[in-house]
């Protein structure tokens, strides 16, 4: 069965770090894109980052400067830095999979959740004092 399964989330004050992790289960994470998604209560779902096969990122402008991500795909794992954590950020964090690699000519992952064919079931990230 193929799965993605997030890690790593928690309870954070104001202004710490954290590191979320998404690992797949019964496949290769090698020719995907991964993105990282999260939702709030009462908020649509938001891309925070991705990262295409041939490790090229992209950010959103709310997190960017304060988020790193990457991939290890010997592990089949790819990771979320998130610092400088502010309670905006709080919110339930999905890492999905987007069996194209890439997208366009140079081949950059996007943003966009229905490009992603596959979801993991989450992890809470709260950021709070």
């Known amino acids: 069965q193929l799965q993605l399964v997030e890690s790593g989330g928690g309870l954070v004050q104001p202004g710490g770090s954290l590191r979320v992790s998404c690992a797949a289960s019964g496949f290769s994470l090698r020719n995907y894109a991964i993105g990282w998604f999260r939702q709030a209560p009462g908020k649509e779902r938001e891309g925070v980052s991705c990262i295409s096969s041939g490790f090229i990122t992209d950010y959103a402008e709310s997190v960017a400067g304060r988020v790193t991500i990457s991939r290890d795909n010997a592990e089949d794992t790819v990771y979320l830095q998130i610092d400088g954590l502010k309670p905006e950020d709080t919110a339930v964090y999905y890492c999905?999979?987007?069996?194209?690699?890439?997208?366009?000519?140079?081949?950059?992952?996007?943003?966009?959740?229905?490009?992603?064919?596959?979801w993991g079931q989450g992890t809470q990230v709260t950021v709070s004092s």
């Open positions: 999905a999979a987007d069996a194209a690699g890439g997208h366009g000519p140079a081949g950059r992952c996007v943003r966009r959740p229905n490009e992603y064919d596959l």
